[in-house]
């Protein structure tokens, strides 16, 4: 029962460098979407999928590209990372498009921008 | 917009006390309600949900009551224990648009033995 998998754990970032937060689920769930967590704030939406080739935007999506090729993958990338990306990222799934469903989550990775 | 607010922390308890979290939440229509817990270093993991007015949500001796005339979802239990320390997070989804859920600030329980 893998569920969603998140990779990496960590990683620290320089200002300007780019990277890939990978998102798999093994559940063939619908809906994925990202968020991101921060001290005193909760967590908050990034970029969602409603199904493979379809995403959109969230609350704070500046700064961060996806896409859905396959219904398994959702993929966040930094273009060029900033200081204030410094935060827990999360991903999560479920089954359905339907507001009743839980979201399933990650573990999170850790991500440190210097 | 949606909003959730529930009671800030942190929270410590002495094993076997009684448990109440408060939350109170803002949303268009009718929603679904949540809580999380965030165990150390781990991801949120679904405690329980209510999905109409008047439902109990339930699930390792918690429960919340979904009370749509004070627009709360209070989460209570009877004797907390030591692994119940964690961080809790309320939660809703309104279902308009994104689906997103809406999550409070959380609150950090800690139970001393």
């Known amino acids: 029962n893998a569920g969603v998998t998140q990779t990496p754990k960590f990683q620290v970032l320089k200002t300007g460098q780019s990277m890939t937060l990978q998102c798999a689920q093994d559940?063939?769930?619908?809906?994925m979407s990202w968020y991101r967590q921060d001290p005193g704030m909760g967590l908050r939406l990034i970029h969602y999928?409603?199904?493979?080739?379809?995403?959109d935007q969230g609350e704070v999506p500046n700064g961060y590209n996806v896409s859905r090729s396959t219904t398994e993958d959702f993929p966040l990338r930094l273009l060029s990372a900033a200081p204030s990306q410094t935060s827990v990222y999360f991903c999560?799934?479920?089954?359905?498009?339907?507001?009743?469903?839980?979201?399933?989550f990650g573990d999170g990775t850790r991500l440190s921008i210097l | 917009g949606d909003s959730v607010t529930q009671m800030e922390g942190p929270v410590t308890l002495s094993e076997e006390a009684f448990l109440t979290i408060n939350c109170t939440y803002t949303a268009t229509g009718y929603p679904s309600l949540f809580w999380y817990v965030q165990y150390p270093g781990e991801g949120l993991q679904l405690l329980l949900k209510a999905t109409k007015a008047d439902d109990k949500g339930s699930n390792k001796g918690f429960e919340a009551t979904y009370r749509k005339e004070t627009t709360s979802f209070h989460l209570e239990k009877g004797s907390v224990q030591v692994s119940d320390s964690a961080v809790y997070f309320c939660a809703l989804s309104s279902g308009a648009g994104s689906y997103q859920l809406t999550f409070g600030k959380g609150t950090k329980l800690s139970v001393i033995p």
């Open positions: 999560a799934s479920s089954r359905t498009v339907n507001s009743n469903q839980p979201q399933h």
């Open positions: 559940m063939n769930h619908e809906y």
């Open positions: 999928s409603v199904g493979a080739g379809i995403t």
